[in-house]
């Protein structure tokens, strides 16, 4: 079983609309979490870090939930630019910075 | 600010034949990687090194090699390329505590033919 796993997509949503994606990790142990978004072609970027209150950064909101194993990433208000693979990210546990990637969620928004 | 380099962009090689991937970091972190990246796959850790000096084996290590040269430069190397061995490597840094941020190089096409 891979240590993190997402839904590959592709969610294809007309602009406007909200769309979320899935996560669920493996390693219990796991102490941080996070979203990395990746365009075609391109390296992956930092997006945000989820918190287990959870958080918020503009249209863009990251839940987490321990009991389950299970992060999550909502989009509201998509826009053409949100167009990108995003990937789940688990910090190993007893890793340095040790990055665990789930294989990403496409996300291809559509005027 | 160039911020991770990695060297070569693109390379074809035979079965067999070795090289080796350069990757060099202007941002004064302690922490580098080596990921390789696959379609349905996601990126996988082949090697990281937590500070200079310093190398560990990640989730996908066999037929490959590291070095830490310094703080700043950090390679992989292959000894002998297979096919399965054909990928996108990325390297990346990181400050080395645990903020989850980690900065890619624009990453490395290997075809092993």
């Known amino acids: 079983r891979k240590e993190v796993e997402q839904d590959p997509g592709p969610f294809n949503v007309p602009e406007g609309a909200t769309v979320a994606f899935n996560c669920t990790y493996s390693?219990?142990?796991?102490?941080?979490f996070f979203w990395y978004r990746q365009d075609c072609r391109k390296e992956p970027k930092l997006l945000m870090s989820?918190?287990?209150s959870g958080n918020e950064d503009g249209r863009f909101t990251a839940q987490l939930n321990r009991a389950s194993q299970y992060i999550s990433l909502l989009i509201r208000d998509s826009k053409l630019s949100d167009s990108a693979t995003y990937l789940c990210v688990v910090n190993h546990p007893g890793g340095y910075n040790k990055l665990i990637f789930g294989a990403g969620t496409r996300l291809a928004v559509h005027p | 600010n160039a911020g991770v380099t990695q060297t070569p962009k693109f390379q074809v090689l035979k079965t067999g034949q070795s090289m080796t991937l350069q990757c060099a970091q202007d941002?004064?972190?302690?922490?580098m990687y080596w990921y390789r990246q696959d379609p349905g796959m996601g990126l996988r850790l082949i090697y990281y090194s937590a500070s200079e000096g310093t190398t560990d084996k990640g989730e996908v290590p066999n037929g490959y090699n590291v070095s830490r040269l310094n703080k700043r430069e950090f390679s992989l190397r292959l000894e002998s390329a297979a096919p399965s061995q054909t990928s996108v490597y990325f390297c990346?840094?990181?400050?080395?505590?645990?903020?989850?941020?980690?900065?890619f190089g624009e990453g490395s096409r290997l075809t092993v033919l």
């Open positions: 989820v918190y287990s």
């Open positions: 390693n219990s142990a796991s102490q941080s």
């Open positions: 990346a840094s990181g400050t080395g505590a645990n903020t989850g941020e980690l900065f």
């Open positions: 941002m004064n972190h302690n922490s």
